[in-house]
């Protein structure tokens, strides 16, 4: 097999990905809301499939954990075995198969039902046993798998894998600030970093911060913006109060402009109210100031009660995560 013919056969994978994708978005209806809600209230949310479907259905008891809405994996055997006796009635059951026919998973659900449980099926058919076992059941259906006898479980595993992560978040949606609920459950790691520290904890602050007056030339500041590296200028007044700021950016813009660099003054070229963040917010909330937006920022003044205390970069924000 040649270069490009492997080329093409992951090309032609992707193509099948996408449109098994776009095929989700006509299942997000009335019934997908009534599951969310079920979830959201749910004491527990216990999911179980086997073979693939059980890999997918324990990615999501590790997502919905992690926004505190209690979720464990119940392998479908397992439970026959004496693991059914963690269920309760305030619980929902997620099931996955993508037949809707899996033996294991209907034995399990009929014994489900029997306790008064509701359960959710995610499946790749409709009419199946499976659906007539479930209060909510949400069909993905694929084109077809990626292998060329549309057997291996791949387009489908993707389908239902999305199909749990959006169940997972709008349920954690309902049940309040999620930020909140990740603060909590991720003490550590990058995720941790991002929420639990703040800007103040990787700003640079006092000399460190690159000031001139709003009076300085154009020249002076080009000269500040090489010497410190910073790739900004704040222009404060003797209260230290923010006034506009100058960026690297801004002087290449300059240097195509009728402006005469060298002897206009920074106040004449400065962006006034520019973009700000605050000395605790989340190194998360600054992230997303920084990148959701039309133009990114690379580099932004951090003020607080009206006065510039520091600069942070986005590089800073990354490394902090690292």
């Known amino acids: 097999m040649t270069s490009e013919e492997i080329k093409s056969i992951a090309r032609g994978g992707l193509v099948l990905q996408s449109q098994a994708l776009q095929l989700l978005e006509l299942q997000i209806d009335d019934t997908f809301v ?23 259905a324990r990615k999501m008891a590790a997502t919905i ?38 033996p ?12 008064g449980i509701t359960v959710i099926s ?39 894998l999305v199909m749990a992560d959006l169940l997972s978040v709008a349920a954690a949606q309902m049940n309040g600030d999620v930020i909140d609920r990740l603060q ?16 103040e904890d990787v700003m640079y ?3 460190d911060i690159p000031t001139l007056p709003a009076s300085a030339s154009i020249a002076d500041a080009v000269q500040l913006l090489t010497d410190t590296s910073m790739g900004i200028i704040c222009v404060l007044d003797g209260e230290s109060t923010l006034q506009g700021i100058l960026t690297d950016g801004d002087v290449r813009r300059l240097v195509g402009s009728s402006i005469n660099v060298r002897d206009a003054l920074l106040e004449t070229v400065m962006t006034r109210n520019p973009i700000v963040v605050s000395p605790s917010d989340s190194l998360h909330s600054a ?17 607080a009660s009206n006065r510039c205390v520091g600069v942070v970069r986005v590089h800073d924000i990354i490394r902090a995560q690292l």
């Open 34 to 56: 009534q599951a969310a809600t079920a979830i959201a209230k749910a004491s527990k949310v216990v999911a179980t499939g086997l073979g693939k479907s059980g890999f997918i």
């Open 104 to 115: 294991e998973v209907i034995h399990l659900v009929k014994l489900v039902q029997q306790l």
């Open 184 to 199: 909590r459950s991720h003490p550590q790691g990058a995720i941790g970093a991002a929420l639990m520290r703040c800007v």
């Open 205 to 207: 602050s006092g000399s």
């Open 65 to 102: 954990t992690s926004v505190h809405i209690p979720g464990v994996y119940l392998h479908p055997v397992d439970a026959l075995h004496g693991d059914l006796g963690m269920l309760s009635e305030t619980d929902v059951l997620v099931a996955f198969s993508k037949s809707g026919e899996t």
């Open 122 to 160: 995610i499946t790749c058919r409709t009419r199946t046993s499976l659906e007539a076992l479930s209060a909510y059941t949400l069909v993905v259906p694929i084109v077809r798998e990626l292998d060329p006898h549309n057997i291996l479980p791949t387009a489908s595993t993707t389908q239902s």
């Open 287 to 303: 992230l997303q100031t920084m990148e959701n937006r039309e133009r990114q920022i690379s580099v932004v003044p951090v003020v």
